[in-house]
């Protein structure tokens, strides 16, 4: 993990411009999901992640702009659970390229 990225600097990593990679962000560790553009692309199913930290959306598997963030005040036990399982997959599937700094 060589970079570190403010959130202004990752929203330019949102499948928009085809030459750059896509990355999201969970839990400040920001992973290379350019693999995956089919589903972060522009168009596809997560889109809305791509370029932002997800952290807050994907426990409580939504896909609401609202809940894009890395705020994870207010979360049930049970949706930390369903964010850790994400950690996991994207631990397993995509390579960390950056942290998320304020």
């Known amino acids: 993990m060589a970079a570190e990225l403010t959130a202004a600097q990752l929203r330019a990593y949102d499948g928009s411009d085809p030459s750059k990679p896509i990355y999201v962000s969970v839990r400040g560790k920001v992973y290379d999901v350019t693999s995956?553009?089919?589903?972060?692309?522009?168009?596809?199913?997560?889109?809305?992640?791509?370029?932002?930290?997800?952290?807050?959306?994907?426990?409580?598997?939504?896909?609401?702009?609202?809940?894009?963030?890395?705020?994870?005040?207010?979360?049930?036990?049970?949706?930390?659970?369903?964010?850790a399982d994400w950690e996991t997959k994207f631990q397993a599937k995509y390579p960390v390229v950056a942290r998320l700094t304020e």
């Open 36 to 83: 995956g553009r089919g589903f972060y692309g522009p168009g596809g199913a997560y889109a809305v992640f791509a370029g932002r930290e997800a952290s807050r959306a994907l426990g409580k598997m939504s896909k609401d702009d609202a809940d894009v963030s890395g705020d994870l005040s207010g979360l049930s036990d049970k949706e930390l659970g369903v964010l």
